[in-house]
C-alpha cells in the first residue's frame, strides 16, 4: 500500500505542482491521503487530453464511478491511485456521493458543447474544484466549511479555465458561458481561430470579476477556519495573482506566473491564512 502512496505523490509531484507544494504544509500523517485525493482529481482532469473521442473518456470515468461505488474491487486493487484512493475513503470516512459527483461533473469535459451560462460555470466549478476542497479538509481537518470551500474553489475554477482558455478555444471547447458571449458579442468562429473579436476582452473580464467576488466571499470566512484545514486552501493563494496577470495579457498567450513565485505564493499564505483569498 505503501507503494501507491507513492505513486500519487509522484503523480500529484509531476502532474499538479500546485497542490503538490500545498500538500507538503498537511501533517505527514495526512499527507499521504491528501496525495491519493489529488491524484484521482489529476486522472480524471487529463482524460480528455488522454482520449481522441467521448466514448473512450465515458468508459474511464464509468471506471471511476465503479470504483467508488464499491465495484471492481479486483482491478481496483491493481491500480495504485483506485487503491490509495479507497484506503483512504475507508480510513476518512469520504463521502461516496461527493466523489461520485466529482466524476459526474468531469463528463462535461469529454463533449464540445458550451456551457449554458454562468449558473452552469459555478455548478461544474462547486462540482470539481469546490468538492475537492471539501474532501481536503475532511482528510485533514474531520470536517467541511462550505461557506469557505464552495467560493474559493469557484474562484480557483475559473481562474484555472481562464488559464487554459488558449487550449480549450484551440480544440473547440468552450467554458466562457454562452450568456456572457451573447451579452459581449463575441463572435464564436473568430475565438476558435484563435482571434480576438471585440467583445472577447469584456467577455473575459467579467469572468475574472466573477471569480475575484467568489474569492472575496471566501475571504470573509477564512478566519473562522480550523487550523488543520488551511492547507486545502492554499491552492486559491494563486487566484487572485493569476488573475491580475491575466488582466494584462493577451488571452490566447497568457502569461504564467513563475514556479518559484507560485512556490513563494503558497508558502506566504500558509504562514498567513488571511492572504489565501487576499
Keep these: 500500500m505503501q507503494d501507491a502512496f507513492a505513486y500519487c505523490a509522484e503523480l500529484v509531484r509531476t502532474s499538479d505542482r500546485d497542490r503538490f507544494i500545498t500538500s507538503l504544509f498537511a501533517p505527514v500523517e495526512r499527507r499521504g491521503a491528501l496525495q491519493a485525493l489529488y491524484a484521482f482529481n489529476a486522472e480524471l482532469a487529463r482524460v480528455r487530453d488522454l482520449v481522441r473521442e467521448p466514448l ?7 471506471w471511476w464511478s465503479d470504483v467508488v461505488g464499491g465495484g471492481r474491487a479486483e482491478e481496483a486493487s491493481a491500480n ?5 484512493l479507497l484506503a483512504t475513503i475507508g480510513n476518512q470516512g ?4 461527493t466523489l461520485a459527483g466529482l466524476i459526474e461533473a468531469r463528463r462535461f469535459d469529454l463533449y464540445d458543447e458550451p456551457m449554458k451560462g454562468i449558473a452552469d460555470l459555478e455548478s461544474y466549478a462547486r462540482s470539481t474544484s469546490s468538492a475537492l476542497i471539501a474532501l481536503a479538509m475532511q482528510v485533514l481537518a474531520g470536517t467541511d466549511v462550505p461557506a469557505a470551500s464552495g467560493p474559493a474553489g469557484i474562484a480557483y475554477a475559473i481562474a484555472g479555465l481562464l488559464r487554459a482558455f488558449p487550449l480549450h478555444a484551440a480544440r473547440g471547447q468552450l467554458y466562457l458561458p454562452m450568456d ?3 451579452r459581449h458579442q463575441v463572435r464564436l468562429p473568430d475565438l476558435f481561430a484563435g482571434r480576438s473579436s471585440p467583445g472577447l476582452a469584456p467577455a473575459l473580464a467579467e469572468l475574472r470579476e466573477l471569480a475575484r467576488r467568489h474569492l472575496a466571499a471566501a475571504h470573509e470566512v477564512i478566519g473562522a477556519l480550523p487550523e488543520a484545514a488551511v492547507p486545502a486552501l492554499l491552492p486559491a493563494a494563486l487566484v487572485r495573482p493569476a488573475l491580475d496577470r491575466l488582466d494584462q495579457c493577451d488571452p490566447f498567450a497568457p502569461v504564467e ?3 518559484w513565485r507560485r512556490q513563494w505564493l503558497i508558502w506566504r499564505a500558509a504562514r498567513n491564512p488571511a492572504r489565501i483569498a487576499r
Excluded: H, T, Y
Design 56 to 62: 473512450p473518456g465515458e468508459i474511464r470515468l464509468q
Design 257 to 259: 506566473i513563475a514556479a
Design 80 to 84: 495504485p491511485v483506485a487503491s490509495a
Design 180 to 182: 456572457v458571449v451573447e
Design 94 to 97: 469520504l463521502a461516496s456521493a
